[in-house]
């Protein structure tokens, strides 16, 4: 699905478990994709489909007693080696602490998290905590850094920001600190942008400033962003290419487009069916998918979506686990139903 | 506005105020006007839909209805089951009493909602119980109806929260809120906290009851696509005050107030072909202690002009009632020379 010669991120059967005492959470089970550069990445899923875990570990910020248990996450480094050609990175294989690592996290991939309010601290202004991230990466005077905090916070279009930047977070509304946020993950020039559900927190007109500023900035800067939401409609919105995940697994991906218009997976059928839509006739009942999501401990076997799945095939799908393969020239489909290849493990 | 027989609930001026207080004698220095001079009406059996961003007062005046808030001044005209018109904001705790059963509430977080030490027999059969069913043997029959009623196997009934999922649980808050067979049913953002994939089947879920046991819901939420699946008439409330209210298909195509308009282009569609999103509210909500003059919208306004920097819009019908329409009411200086493009 990626192109190996030009991706930016390339996540290979990326497997992240976390150890409980009560048993084993597969949270991401065997995850492939690749972002390229100025690509807008989407991973659409409900709770537990393992989308912010994968996140996570790209940032290696997984915490105990979660672990990365196999995989490959490549990142294309900004800076050359010796014979000029780009160096990649594999993160898994750094430890989560490294200076490697750190170096990496907030330079190379910026994080905007869900909540603004607990992603700043409260006994640091905004200013000295943006600075903070800007002289730890860049090697600049702090009043240089202060200078850049502040283009940034011009660029995010917060207004008075000489006196924003000598603000605590708390002093700010919901739809500021997220440009705040915003303007610190950008702070760096990260090629790779991770946005973690970033407008589930605040209200749909702020949501809307967000999210044409995220992509306005995503445009002059060429930085990739990886879209993580449930919110079908601000994928369709923002990304360019979407992965639909469900417990730990890929179920499809494709471009916008085909996977909106032609969705394959009866997943992603049946989800996009569900949600009520500003076009559809109101007050009639919406197709729905039985049953709900089962407990991370006790996954089905065989596809994990077979107890739900209307096109479910006996002694097949609840037998064995399909692999993601590709179906047409842009589409890849993890289902029985269009090929009969399964995960080998 | 009208007073026609079937009108269940009708508010009148409703205002809930929160003193803010200062310094060493607590001294009231001025009021957060949660909800200022809210009027509005629900007819049997329809779904009025409460919509609005956060801070914008839904819930307060849903809760003022429920007499969960006492409301700083306005009317609240309910008409019980006996026919009597009463008015909410003036009864007493022991008045209210007999009422409490005929509006109930269903709560937005599945999880926060259900005391996690009670089964389910208790959840659901206590308000039986509050209300007077004392017989043991009549409320496990009840809940077990119930159970059965919202979609659920009256086996759980012995089960303890913990052991559903959130859609399971918000299941379990509506059967408890219809164990008493109440009429007015108040809904604060019944399934944003839930999965898209069990969003609707809850949706359906309130979609059956309502016709089969004549429910009337004030369904009060932020997402517009599922306000718009489930409602009849929708209210938008900006800064304390509801600035539209109209029959929904009718205000969602044509509206009438610059801020419906604005929170209208704001909804992100799921279809990639169709781009939202176009126009830009500039600005921040203002605070309901510190309202602006004037128009609490005028400074995000696009289309404001001076009389709107001076005189507050009065909240008027536009277009009369016609049949199967219950008016479209809205608060602008300028709403009858304003085109707003609407969706769908």
Same mark, same amino acid.
């Given at each position: ?26 949270? %991401? ?93 409260? %006994? ?208 890849? %489909? ?12 | ?68 808030? %006492? ?106 809120? *219809? ?14 906290? *839930? ?17 089969? *046991? ?131």
């Amino acid at each position: 699905m990626d192109n190996q010669s030009s991706f930016l991120l390339s996540v290979r059967d990326l497997k992240t478990y976390f150890f409980m005492d009560e048993g084993v959470v597969k949270a %991401v089970d065997g995850v492939t994709f690749g972002v390229n550069p100025g690509q807008v990445f989407g991973i659409v899923g409900e709770s537990g489909c393992g989308k912010s875990v994968t996140m996570k570990a790209v940032l290696r910020i997984v915490e105990p007693p979660g672990r990365i248990v196999n995989g490959q996450i490549l990142l294309r480094c900004a800076n050359k080696d010796v014979s000029g050609c780009d160096t990649v990175v594999d993160l898994a294989k750094l430890e989560a602490n490294s200076k490697e690592m750190r170096d990496i996290r907030g330079a190379e991939i910026a994080l905007i998290p869900q909540e603004p309010m607990a992603a700043f601290s409260p %006994v640091h202004t905004v200013g000295d905590q943006i600075i903070e991230a800007i002289t730890l990466h860049q090697d600049v005077s702090k009043r240089a850094a202060r200078g850049i905090a502040l283009q940034m916070f011009k660029d995010v279009g917060i207004p008075i920001p000489e006196q924003r930047l000598d603000e605590f977070s708390w002093q700010l509304s919901g739809g500021l600190r997220q440009r705040a946020i915003i303007a610190m993950a950008l702070s760096c020039h990260p090629r790779l942008l991770i946005a973690d559900e970033p407008t589930t927190a605040v209200d749909v007109t702020t949501q809307a400033q967000v999210l044409r500023l995220l992509r306005r900035l995503q445009e002059q800067r060429n930085a990739a962003i990886i879209f993580i939401t449930h919110d079908l409609g601000v994928i369709a919105q923002m990304a360019d290419y979407v992965m639909v995940m469900y417990l730990g697994l890929v179920m499809e991906e494709g471009p916008v487009d085909v996977i909106f218009h032609a969705p394959k997976h009866p997943y992603t059928q049946a989800l996009l069916r569900s949600i009520p839509t500003i076009t559809m006739t109101p007050r009639i009942n919406l197709p729905t998918i039985s049953g709900s999501i089962p407990h991370p401990f006790n996954k089905p076997r065989g596809c994990p979506f077979h107890p739900r799945c209307e096109k479910a095939m006996a002694g097949k799908c609840d037998v064995r686990v399909p692999a993601l393969q590709a179906i047409g020239e842009k589409q890849a %489909v993890s289902c029985f139903l269009f090929h009969d290849v399964e995960v080998t493990t | 506005m009208t007073a026609a027989t079937q009108t269940l609930l009708e508010v009148k001026n409703l205002k809930k105020y929160f003193p803010i207080r200062k310094g060493f004698f607590r001294k009231t220095v001025g009021n957060v006007r949660a909800v200022d001079d809210v009027s509005f009406f629900i007819n049997d059996g329809e779904t009025l839909g409460l919509v609005g961003e956060s801070g914008c007062g839904k819930t307060t005046a849903s809760r003022c209805i429920l007499r969960a808030l %006492v409301p700083t001044g306005g009317e609240m005209i309910f008409r019980s089951k006996e026919g009597q018109f009463v008015d909410l904001a003036k009864l007493t705790r022991a008045g209210l009493h007999p009422l409490r059963s005929q509006m109930q509430m269903i709560f937005q977080d599945p999880y926060g909602s259900l005391n996690p030490r009670m089964t389910l027999f208790d959840i659901v059969g206590e308000p039986m119980y509050v209300n007077g069913m004392t017989n043991r043997k009549e409320r496990v029959e009840r809940v077990a109806e119930l159970l059965r009623l919202v979609g659920l196997r009256p086996e759980y009934m012995q089960r303890y929260p913990h052991a559903f999922s959130g859609g399971q649980r918000q299941r379990i808050g509506i059967a408890r809120a *219809l164990s008493v067979n109440p009429r007015l049913v108040v809904a604060d953002e019944p399934v944003s906290a *839930l999965d898209v994939s069990v969003q609707a089947q809850i949706l359906n879920l309130m979609l059956d009851l309502q016709k089969r *046991l004549n429910l009337t819901y004030l369904f009060v939420a932020h997402n517009l696509s599922v306000v718009r699946h489930i409602c009849d008439r929708v209210a938008v409330m900006y800064v304390g005050k509801i600035v539209e209210m109209a029959n929904t298909l009718e205000l969602y195509a044509a509206p009438k107030h610059p801020y419906t308009a604005a929170l209208m282009s704001a909804v992100p569609v799921a279809d990639p072909r169709i781009k939202t999103g176009n126009v830009e509210l500039k600005g921040e909500v203002p605070s309901p202690a510190n309202p602006p003059p004037g128009c609490y919208f005028h400074p995000r306004c696009e289309f404001a002009v001076e009389v709107c920097h001076q005189d507050a819009p009065v909240f008027r019908e536009i277009t009369p009632n016609h049949q199967g329409d219950l008016g479209h009411f809205v608060a602008c200086h300028r709403a009858d020379e304003l085109k707003l493009p609407g969706i769908a």
